[in-house]
Nanobody, 116 residues
Framework: QAQLVESGGGLVQPGGSLRLSCAASGFAFNDYAIGWFRQAPGKEREGVSC????????YYADSVQGRFTISRDNAANTVYLQMSRLEPSDSAVYYC?????????WGQGTQVTVSA
């Protein structure tokens, strides 16, 4: 059964950094692109970043371009989202997802709060 588990969220001051992890199991991780989304209270879920089957294929939303870096470790079945120069507007629950087995698989999310 395909599963994703996010971790690494927390409370950080504006300008700080966090690294989120998305650990995958139950599917051929190396063969799939993985995405990060986020959802703030009262707002729709939005795409943040995505990585293809290798580090050479990445996408970033305009709002995080230049501040966030996505990467993957295929040996560890894990995708990372390094977040720097965090802003209060980055506060949200962050989810990773994958389209595997003809369905979207989502993790449970990890809370990121950026506040002084």
């Amino acid at each position: 059964q395909a599963q994703l588990v996010e971790s690494g969220g927390g409370l950080v001051q504006p300008g700080g950094s966090l690294r989120l992890s998305c650990a995958a199991s139950g599917f051929a991780f190396n063969d799939y692109a993985i995405g990060w989304f986020r959802q703030a209270p009262g707002k729709e879920r939005e795409g943040v970043s995505c990585i293809g089957t290798s580090d050479s294929s990445t996408y970033y939303a305009d709002s995080v371009q230049g501040r966030f870096t996505i990467s993957r470790d295929n040996a560890a079945n894990t995708v990372y989202l390094q977040m720097s120069r965090l802003e209060p507007s980055d506060s949200a629950v962050y989810y990773c997802n994958v389209f595997a087995g003809a369905s979207w698989i989502w993790g449970q999310g990890t809370q990121v709060t950026v506040s002084a």
